[in-house]
Nanobody
Framework: QVQLVESGGGLVQPGGSLRLSCVAS????????MGWYRQAPGKQREAVAD???????NYADSVKGRFTISRDNAKNTVYLQMNSLKPEDTAVYYC????????WGQGTQVTVSS
C-alpha cells in the first residue's frame, strides 16, 4: 500500500506560479514512477507530467515549457513547479504513484483567476 498526500494548491492570478508537493509513504520501495494528473469540471482526468525512478520525465503538450516535475528521494516527495499559469490550468490536481497498481492522492485544487 502506498499513501500519497498532496499540498500546495490555491488561488493564483494568470501568469503566476505555484508549487505542488506530494509526499509518499507506505510501500515506497515498490514505486517505479510518479506523476501528476488534473481534472477540470466537466472534463476527464488527464496526465500532466510524470517522472520515473531513472529521472526520465514526460509532459503534456499543454504544459511543456511552463511546468517542471522533480523528485526528492530523501524526502519521498515529488514536486510540480507550475509557472506562467493560465485560467485553463484550473483543475483539481492529483498525485499518482505506479507500484504494481496506480495509487492516487486526494487531490488539491488549483484555481487560476484574476
Amino acid at each position: 500500500q502506498v499513501q500519497l498526500v498532496e499540498s500546495g494548491g490555491g488561488l493564483v492570478q494568470p501568469g503566476g506560479s505555484l508549487r505542488l508537493s506530494c509526499v509518499a509513504s507506505g510501500g515506497i520501495f515498490s514505486i517505479n514512477a510518479m506523476g501528476w494528473y488534473r481534472q477540470a469540471p466537466g472534463k476527464q482526468r488527464e496526465a500532466v507530467a510524470d517522472i520515473t525512478f531513472g529521472e526520465s520525465t514526460n509532459y503534456a503538450d499543454s504544459v511543456k515549457g511552463r511546468f517542471t516535475i522533480s523528485r526528492d528521494n530523501a524526502k519521498n516527495t515529488v514536486y510540480l513547479q507550475m509557472n506562467s499559469l493560465k485560467p485553463e490550468d484550473t483543475a483539481v490536481y492529483y498525485c499518482a504513484a505506479k507500484a504494481g497498481q496506480i495509487y492516487w492522492g486526494q487531490g488539491t485544487q488549483v484555481t487560476v483567476s484574476s
